[in-house]
Nanobody, 123 residues
Framework: QVRLVESGGGLVQAGGSLRLSCAAS????????MGWYRQAPGKQRELVAA???????NYVGSVKGRFTISRDNAKNTVTLQMNSLKPEDTAVYYC?????????????????WGQGTQVTVSS
């Protein structure tokens, strides 16, 4: 009943920029935290950036000053602006939302994940 759809990944040279977007749809009541995770080959998935409904943000240290997360609460979207990209940013990026939604006439809560979008930064 709830979907997260990502867009905006691709191939970019080191120093370049990409913008990732994620839209949540379905029987959504509210979204608390939205975030972006990434997983590089052979590594564990890590939190890159997150933002609460009130606009509080946090970032993993390696992206601070380069990435900016923002959201539109009215549209249930979250965006990750990635600047000064480095080869080590190469990974599959996943959108995540901690939300409340309707399912089978019940209000449920939990995490929802997007399908992932590939970001490749060449040196």
């Amino acid at each position: 009943q709830v979907r997260l759809v990502e867009s905006g990944g691709g191939l970019v040279q080191a120093g370049g920029s990409l913008r990732l977007s994620c839209a949540a749809s379905g029987s959504i009541l509210s979204i608390n935290r939205m975030g972006w995770y990434r997983q590089a080959p052979g590594k564990q998935r890590e939190l890159v950036a997150a933002i609460t409904s009130g606009g509080n943000t946090n970032y993993v240290g390696s992206v601070k000053g380069r990435f900016t997360i923002s959201r539109d609460n009215a549209k249930n979207t979250v965006t990750l602006q990635m600047n000064s990209l480095k080869p080590e940013d190469t990974a599959v990026y996943y959108c995540n939302a901690d939300l409340r939604y309707y399912s089978d006439s019940y209000v449920r809560s939990g995490d929802c994940w997007g399908q992932g979008t590939q970001v490749t930064v060449s040196s």
